[in-house]
């Protein structure tokens, strides 16, 4: 399915991604002019002596606070359906505790999103061996991933969008994998308070690559408690189970008659207790759904999380066939988070847009190799309504 692959790339490029917008629509009109320049300060000191820069962004009612480490969005504020701002990612208020704990808390995930069995897969006849990190198997690019290492940052303003571009060049064999692979993410708040990520990246050699980013959501507010109560729903008709190391299988399983059917919004924790096999092992939901849309030139809509409680909503469009639903199952009390407030099983969400887990070592997934002279393009839009 590599042709697939490069298919869509080129098709991504002649399209123009970058002037994407939602399709779907915000629900929310542009608000007075052009966000201002994002603004810099000093966040703190690696033990290298290192220094990490937090980025403030604000356009269309859309606050967003990022970090050179690991270009992590730190704060993401929007407004409730009285106007009230809050703050709906998780997060910490210091860089020792990025370093030291975080379970990828609003990273740039890279080289491979997601897991990898036992960090092996064989490219054009060579065997390669990965950083092992999750037990026995790759997780997000390994001990040392996109989310450990320091971002070069530039700021923009085009029209009336605001926005970041971040680069970071991987080295041939780091983590074990090959190619010097060229990173570029750009983060964009639209004059309507939409943030949309594009990722580029080429590479001289083949290899594998699947970027994403890994918000944790709770659009109540961080640290308020559960997002059970959250209505989602997200456009799969099929979903890819796991073995007990929560590597696919290679199945790609409907959802109709299972907990996984989200097709029609519904609860988080309508069904989350409700004792199927793929659930009992996973604590939860920690899932790829295979989406209809399949892989797509341009963003499409994919996704709808609403709290009934604040009225906010974000609706996910995307190019890439799948998406991870990952209901937080391993917060476990033991971290706090940006405003005081310690985080426990299931009071936040990730929805991360990606290829397959795994892709690699099933042939019948979409490819996620990456060739010299090939520029790899995806994108995804974050709409915000209340």
Not at 204 to 226: M, Q
């Amino acid at each position: 399915m590599e042709l697939n692959r490069r298919t869509v790339m080129a098709g991504a490029a002649a399209a123009g991604l970058a002037a994407t917008t939602l399709g779907t629509g915000s629900a929310r009109a542009a608000t007075g002019p052009a966000g201002r320049r994002p603004a810099k300060e000093l966040f703190g000191t690696l033990a290298d002596g290192t220094r990490v820069y937090r980025w403030s962004l604000e356009n269309g009612g859309t606050r967003l606070k990022v970090l050179s480490y690991g270009g992590i969005v730190q704060t993401l504020e929007i407004p409730d359906r009285h106007g009230r701002h809050a703050n709906v990612v998780a997060g910490f208020d210091n860089l020792a505790d990025y370093v030291a704990k975080s379970p990828y808390f609003g990273a740039l995930i890279g080289r491979y999103g997601n897991r990898i069995g036992k960090g092996r897969f064989t490219l054009d006849g060579k065997a390669y061996q990965l950083s092992v990190n999750d037990g026995v198997n790759s997780l997000h690019g390994g001990a040392k991933g996109f989310d450990k290492h320091v971002w070069h940052v530039e700021p923009f303003t085009k029209g009336s969008d605001v926005g970041l571009h971040l680069h970071y060049t991987s080295v041939d064999g780091e983590m074990g994998y090959p190619g010097t692979l060229r990173t570029k993410v750009t983060y964009t708040l639209t004059r309507h308070g939409d943030w949309r990520i594009d990722y580029e990246a080429t590479t001289d050699r083949a290899t594998v690559v699947n970027l994403t980013s890994h918000v944790y959501w709770n659009l109540a507010g961080e640290g308020s408690g559960t997002i059970e109560d959250h209505e989602l729903s997200i456009a799969a008709s099929r979903y890819t189970p796991t073995d007990p190391g929560l590597i696919p299988t290679g199945e790609l399983a409907r959802v109709a008659g299972t907990p996984f059917d989200f097709r029609h919004a519904k609860p988080v924790g309508r069904d989350i207790r409700a004792g199927h096999e793929q659930q009992v092992q996973a604590k939860g939901y920690d899932h790829n759904w295979v989406l209809d849309k399949g892989i797509t030139a341009r963003p499409e809509h994919v996704a709808t999380l609403r709290d009934p409680r604040s009225g906010r909503t974000l609706r996910i469009a995307t190019n890439e066939p799948g998406l991870q639903f990952y209901s937080g199952n391993f917060l476990d009390g033991t971290l706090a988070g940006t405003g005081g407030r310690t985080y426990r099983q299931g009071d936040a969400l990730c929805l991360e847009t990606q290829h397959f887990p795994d892709s690699p070592n099933h042939a019948h997934f979409p490819s996620t190799v990456l060739r010299p002279g090939q520029t790899y393009r995806t994108s995804t839009m974050h709409a915000f309504g209340a």
